[in-house]
Antibody, heavy 116, light 110 residues
Framework: QVHLVQSGAEVKKPGASVKVSCKAS????????IHWVRQAPGQRLEWMAW????????KYSQKFQGRVTITRDTSASTAYMEVSSLRSEDTAVYYC?????????WGQGTLVTVSS | QSALTQPASVSGSPGQSITISCTGT?????????VSWYQQHPDKAPKLMIY???NRPSGVSNRFSGSKSGNTASLTISGLQAEDEADYYC??????????FGGGTKLTVL
């Protein structure tokens, strides 16, 4: 059974950075892309980026290019997403999802709160 | 990349059928058969309901079906049940290799 388990909730001050992890199990980690999607309170889903777990290639939404970095550690079957220069508008639940052209399985979500 | 356009809300009575539309452009929905649909209950992670326009993952009820015509995709739910009440999002692959979601539709079962 596929599981994507994300790290716990975070509270950060404006200007800080946050790094969220997503540990995969139940399948061969390098055979699926990992996407990152966020959802601000009461808002829609917003696609952020994907990473090829096989070769590390990445693709970012123009909105997040330069402020978001996604990486992976194949030995740990874990993907990471780091957001820098946090602002209040980054308060959201961040999800990782396994898939290619669609999102087959999702992590439980990580709430990141940005507040002074 | 602008969000795909969905109606903000739809409603129906138990047993009825409803359809949710999702409109994009030739750079996303119209150009590829990579439209997917997700169901999201409050405070839960989204769940894949339909992929590649009309395919259902294992375990998803056959009451859920998808289609596409031009730049518009549709999700139909037949035989509405109380547990279908949720938010629904469409998503598409895009010509740049990015992905895009719709604005979401709140389904109310009356």
């Amino acid at each position: 059974q596929v599981h994507l388990v994300q790290s716990g909730a975070e509270v950060k001050k404006p200007g800080a950075s946050v790094k969220v992890s997503c540990k995969a199990s139940g399948y061969s980690f390098t055979t699926y892309v990992i996407h990152w999607v966020r959802q601000a309170p009461g808002q829609r889903l917003e696609w952020m980026a994907w990473i090829s777990t096989a070769n590390g290639n990445t693709k970012y939404s123009q909105k997040f290019q330069g402020r978001v970095t996604i990486t992976r550690d194949t030995s740990a079957s874990t993907a990471y997403m780091e957001v820098s220069s946090l602002r209040s508008e980054d308060t959201a639940v961040y999800y990782c999802a396994r898939g290619g052209t669609h999102f087959d399985d999702w992590g439980q979500g990580t709430l990141v709160t940005v507040s002074s | 990349q602008s969000a795909l356009t969905q109606p903000a809300s739809v409603s129906g009575s138990p047993g009825q059928s409803i359809t949710i539309s999702c409109t994009g452009t030739s750079n996303d929905i119209g150009g590829y058969n990579y439209v997917s649909w997700y169901q999201q209950h409050p405070d839960k992670a989204p769940k894949l309901m339909i992929y590649e326009v009309s395919n259902r993952p294992s375990g998803v009820s056959n009451r859920f079906s998808g289609s596409k015509s031009g730049n518009t995709a549709s999700l139909t739910i037949s035989g509405l049940q109380a547990e279908d009440e949720a938010d629904y999002y469409c998503s598409s692959y895009t010509s740049s290799g990015a992905r895009v979601f719709g604005g979401g539709t709140k389904l109310t079962v009356l």
